[in-house]
């Protein structure tokens, strides 16, 4: 029986032991290595695009040579008025991308040694880079559609004679919201987030190319796609999947979210799932390559990301 690739050394590629063993030189150089990797590491100016910039000895910064402005490494990316050491920001990475279900914020902030808040906007920071890869991804061939809820969870009462039917909107707490998810086999995966199910319409019809193949559940709001889409179907009440149809790709995203929700953060705040499902959504796709390919990418998306407007002062509202 062949060994399966997350078992094999194949998908050991990166080591967080020589990660942390790095020197102040070592991390400043992979950093500029990454961003710039295009001028094999020499600093090119965020402002104006110049290719001739200064080097201070006594400070790593540059001045770019046209327009005079002084930049550090991560000057407008996201990582943009840190105060963490390079280091330490390569560690997060890796130890982000090694969470095969997540990584929570407070087990994150022990590792650095650092407060939970500033672990926190870290991580979230690199949720929003890797989310920003997928924005403009467009779906086509075989896709699997489908809905799952979460948050809202409303406790039964103690005594059988007090429990209310929780499945009715009067007794809800409001504050339930579903993941939409379309699935492209062997492919991307994208998500999103609204109040229904059927609110996701809008967003499989924009997300997935003409041409392509749908696979749904039995939900009478999916039946909208058939104008426009090959709809292939499959009735939940009656089986999981039958020859023609089946969302178990779509089902095995839902199952890695849940276990990232239950077993890693507990509680994911519903203004939060969308970065969270996202996460997912990413782990999903490149579950079949090397934790040193997921630290590349992630570190690149990063250095590619401008500041962020959400998560920068983030704290000080």
């Given at each position: 029986m062949a060994q399966h690739f997350l078992l094999s050394a194949a998908a050991r590629t990166l080591s967080l032991a020589k990660v942390m063993r790095m020197t102040d030189e070592q991390a400043f150089d992979a950093f500029r290595a990454i961003r710039w990797a295009s001028t094999e590491g020499d600093a090119v100016c965020p402002k104006?695009?110049?290719?001739?910039?200064?080097?201070?000895?006594?400070?790593?910064?540059?001045?770019?040579?046209?327009?005079?402005?002084?930049?550090?490494?991560?000057?407008?990316?996201?990582?943009?008025?840190?105060?963490?050491?390079?280091?330490?920001?390569?560690?997060a990475i890796a130890i982000f991308v090694n969470g095969a279900k997540g990584y929570s914020a407070l087990q994150l902030s022990r590792d650095l040694d650092c407060q939970y808040k500033t672990a926190f906007v870290?991580?979230?920071?690199?949720?929003?880079?890797?989310?920003?890869?997928?924005?403009?991804?467009?779906?086509?061939?075989?896709?699997?559609?489908?809905g799952a809820y979460f948050g809202g969870y409303v406790k039964p009462a103690n005594r059988r004679e007090d429990r209310k039917d929780r499945r009715r909107k009067v007794h809800q707490t409001g504050k339930r919201q579903v993941v939409v998810v379309a699935r492209?086999?062997?492919?991307?995966?994208?998500?999103?987030?609204?109040?229904?199910?059927?609110?996701?319409?809008?967003?499989?019809?924009?997300?997935?190319a003409h041409g392509s193949t749908i696979h749904a559940d039995e939900a009478s709001h999916w039946d909208s796609l058939e104008a426009r889409f090959l709809t292939k179907r499959v009735n939940h009440s009656v089986e999981y999947a039958n020859t023609e149809s089946n969302t178990n790709m779509?089902?095995?995203?839902?199952?890695?979210?849940r276990r990232a929700e239950?077993?890693?953060?507990?509680?994911?705040?519903?203004?939060?799932?969308?970065?969270?499902?996202?996460?997912?959504?990413?782990?999903?796709?490149?579950?079949?390559?090397?934790?040193?390919?997921?630290?590349?990418?992630?570190?690149?998306?990063?250095m590619a990301h401008p500041v962020s407007r959400q998560w920068k002062g983030y704290w000080q509202r």
């Open positions: 104006c695009g110049c290719f001739e910039c200064y080097t201070y000895a006594a400070r790593r910064i540059f001045k770019c040579k046209g327009c005079g402005s002084q930049f550090s490494v991560t000057s407008g990316t996201i990582f943009a008025s840190r105060k963490m050491d390079l280091r330490d920001i390569l560690a870290l991580a979230h920071k690199i949720r929003e880079a890797v989310a920003s890869e997928q924005q403009t991804s467009v779906l086509d061939g075989e896709v699997e559609v489908d492209e086999r062997n492919g991307e995966t994208l998500t999103h987030v609204a109040k229904s199910e059927a609110e996701g319409v809008p967003f499989v019809l924009g997300a997935v779509a089902e095995s995203f839902f199952s890695r979210l239950i077993g890693t953060h507990h509680h994911i705040a519903g203004r939060y799932l969308a970065a969270y499902a996202t996460e997912m959504a990413w782990r999903e796709d490149n579950r079949r390559v090397s934790n040193g390919e997921q630290f590349l990418m992630v570190a690149g998306a990063t």
